[in-house]
């Protein structure tokens, strides 16, 4: 099992564009999961779906948008970068109680 | 709302001792707990978690962590030290009342730094 993936490993984008960060898992998890890690703060959840066609917001969706059209896929949309949304951005993915993470996407927003 | 504390930013310790990283939370429920390890430029690995039952629990690279319901802590220890332990921890902590997609609350991180 290749567990979590994320693709792009690094990514710079200029204010106002838009991309999507991409997460896969092959492990037939029902939840999955997208975090932020900022210095000083810890991983902050951005959103979070139970299952395949749910998704729900977690503590700073603003910015962001999300779907999950299947269980292997939870990709993560930036409508707008802006210079806030520079962070590392991690996927997870879980089936009881604990979580497992991908290698995670550094994105710098100029 | 629940919150977990990590009242360290970073623990020094010397290769072969015993090493202690500190962890409080706070849930309306019973809590799950949660250790993560970061290596640099790596994901969160899964050490160890408390769900229910032994205060003592057991994880991966001769970790444990001690569940004090009274204290209301979960602190991650390791009887001796080594250098490839140094890393970046993470508490984390859910209520046992919420739903199957297990929303987590992580600390802000303690860098352990273990030397020769």
């Known amino acids: 099992n290749a567990g979590v993936t994320q693709t792009p490993k690094f990514q710079v984008l200029k204010t106002g564009q838009s991309m999507t960060l991409q997460c896969a898992q092959d492990?037939?998890?029902?939840?999955m999961y997208w975090y932020r890690q900022d210095p000083g703060m810890g991983l902050r959840l951005i959103y979070y779906?139970?299952?395949?066609?749910?998704?729900d917001k977690g503590e700073v969706p603003n910015g962001y948008n999300v779907s999950r059209s299947t269980t292997e896929d939870f990709p993560l949309r930036l409508l707008s970068a802006a210079p806030s949304q520079t962070s590392v951005y991690f996927c997870?993915?879980?089936?009881?109680?604990?979580?497992?993470f991908g290698p995670g996407t550094r994105l710098t927003v100029t | 709302a629940q919150s977990v504390a990590q009242p360290e930013d970073q623990v020094n310790v010397a290769e072969g001792n015993p090493l202690t990283v500190k962890c409080t939370y706070s849930?309306?429920?019973?809590?799950?707990l949660f250790w993560y390890v970061q290596y640099p430029n790596r994901g969160l690995q899964f050490l160890l978690k408390?769900?229910?039952?032994?205060?003592l629990v057991k994880g991966s690279y001769g970790f444990e962590a001690e569940f004090n319901k009274s204290q209301t802590s979960f602190h991650l220890k390791k009887p001796s030290a080594l250098v490839s332990d140094s890393a970046l921890y993470f508490c984390?902590?859910?209520?046992?009342?919420?739903?199957?997609?297990?929303?987590?609350?992580f600390g802000t991180g303690t860098r352990l730094q273990v030397t020769l």
């Open positions: 408390y769900i229910t039952g032994d205060n």
């Open positions: 849930v309306s429920g019973n809590p799950y």
């Open positions: 779906s139970a299952s395949e066609g749910t998704t």
């Open positions: 984390a902590v859910r209520d046992a009342r919420t739903g199957t997609a297990s929303k987590l609350t």
């Open positions: 997870a993915s879980s089936l009881s109680y604990e979580q497992y």
């Open positions: 492990m037939n998890h029902n939840s």
